[in-house]
C-alpha cells in the first residue's frame, strides 16, 4: 500500500540498508516538486531522499497537515558518478538541476544523508529527541517561527513547550513533529 506521497512505507527502511553504490547529491527541484521530482527520479533507477516534515497550512479558514520538503527547493539523489548517467537527473520532470561544483555534481558531505535518513520514520519525516532545556523552533501552526524552550515531554509524543507571550512565558502543548532544535 502506498502513501500519500506515492512512496512505499518501507522506503526508508530500504535507504538505511542500501549503503553501498556511490554518493548522494543535491538536487534543486522546482518550487514545491521536491517529492514530484523524487517519484520521476526513482522511476528512472536513481535512489532519493527528501527529509521531509509535517506542516499545518492554513487556507480559507481551514487548517490541514501536509508533508513538506525539510530543505524546500531541494533532494537528495544516489549515484555512482563515474558509471551513471547522471546528466539526466538535469532532464528529469520536477528537477531544475544538480548542484555543481564546475562541470561535476558537488557530492553531499558524507554521512550528512545518511544522518537524515537515521533521523527519520518509515514515512521519511523527520524525528528528533529533544531534551529538557532544549531551545527549540517551531516549524509549523500559530507560532511559527517562534523560537522557545522545551519544559517537558509526554509519552504520547507532545512536547510542552515555554514561549515568551505578552509580558511572561506561557506552555505551549506542541507535537514533536512541530518542532526542530534552534540553531
Known sequence: MKSASGHLPDDVRLLRRKTSGGRWYAAAAKPGQELK??????RQGFQTFTP????TVRHAR????????????????????ENC??????????????????DRPLPAPRG????FIELSDNAGLMQTAFEQGQRVEILSGPFASWVGTVERLDGRGR???????????????????????AA
Open 37 to 42: 521530482a523524487a517519484r520521476h527520479l526513482e
Open 52 to 55: 521531509s516534515i509535517v506542516k
Open 62 to 81: 481551514r487548517r490541514t497537515e501536509r508533508k513538506v520538503a525539510l530543505f524546500p527547493g531541494y533532494l537528495f539523489v544516489r549515484f555512482d558518478i
Open 85 to 102: 548517467a547522471w546528466r539526466a537527473v538535469n532532464g528529469t520532470l520536477g528537477v531544475r538541476s544538480l548542484v555543481m561544483a564546475g
Open 112 to 115: 550528512l544523508v545518511e544522518s
Open 159 to 181: 512536547v510542552f513547550v515555554l514561549l515568551r507571550l505578552m509580558n511572561g512565558e506561557s506552555a505551549v502543548v506542541m507535537d514533536r513533529a512541530a518542532l526542530w532544535p
